[in-house]
């Protein structure tokens, strides 16, 4: 039997995120677009990570089958596809923004160093959220849940 593979093994919201962009090639995907204007498969796999062929193709395939990437052809070259974020993909660069926070915080050697000015922008900017973060955290400290109502 064929695996439907646009069924969610669940809708809890990590989940639904993980199946959506949330493996490391994905994100990758998603960094070189928004952070380094990447928009060509030549463009992606020549990142520094190493994209094996087979794996960028299927990611890109997939994130635009999940309307997070559009495909256009080439103005200037037709054999080339340009990729491009949706207004889905759009909303997902407050994410990256906390993962560069994150890696600054925990990653001695972070290249986020190199933008320091968009690194100290986005702690500014986020400090509504990191207050939100803050209480949170303060009570899954204390063993709370923050989400009771989702306990399976």
């Given at each position: 039997?064929k695996?439907?593979?646009?069924?969610l093994?669940?809708?809890?919201?990590?989940?639904?995120?993980?199946?959506?962009?949330g493996?490391?090639?994905?994100?990758l995907?998603?960094?070189?677009?928004?952070?380094?204007?990447?928009?060509?498969?030549?463009?992606?796999?020549?990142?520094?990570?190493?994209?094996?062929?087979?794996?960028?193709?299927?990611?890109?395939?997939?994130?635009?089958?999940?309307?997070?990437?559009?495909?256009?052809?080439?103005?200037?070259?037709?054999?080339?596809?340009?990729?491009?974020?949706?207004?889905?993909?759009?909303?997902?660069?407050?994410?990256?923004?906390?993962?560069?926070?994150?890696?600054?915080?925990?990653?001695?050697?972070s290249?986020?160093?190199r933008?320091?000015?968009?690194?100290?922008?986005?702690?500014?900017?986020?400090?509504?959220?990191?207050?939100?973060?803050?209480?949170?955290?303060?009570?899954?400290?204390?063993?709370?849940?923050?989400?009771?109502?989702?306990?399976?």
């Amino acid at each position: 039997m064929k695996k439907d593979k646009n069924k969610l093994r669940s809708h809890c919201p990590v989940n639904y995120g993980l199946e959506a962009f949330g493996d490391r090639w994905a994100l990758l995907i998603l960094r070189d677009i928004i952070f380094r204007g990447k928009r060509t498969y030549g463009e992606f796999l020549s990142s520094e990570e190493g994209f094996a062929t087979n794996i960028l193709a299927s990611r890109l395939d997939h994130l635009v089958e999940q309307g997070i990437l559009q495909r256009e052809g080439d103005k200037t070259d037709g054999r080339k596809s340009v990729y491009t974020l949706t207004e889905k993909g759009f909303d997902l660069i407050p994410l990256l923004f906390e993962m560069i926070l994150w890696s600054a915080k925990y990653d001695n050697q972070s290249e986020a160093k190199r933008i320091a000015p968009l690194v100290e922008l986005i702690r500014k900017d986020n400090r509504r959220i990191r207050k939100i973060s803050q209480t949170a955290k303060e009570q899954v400290k204390q063993g709370i849940a923050l989400a009771r109502e989702y306990s399976s």
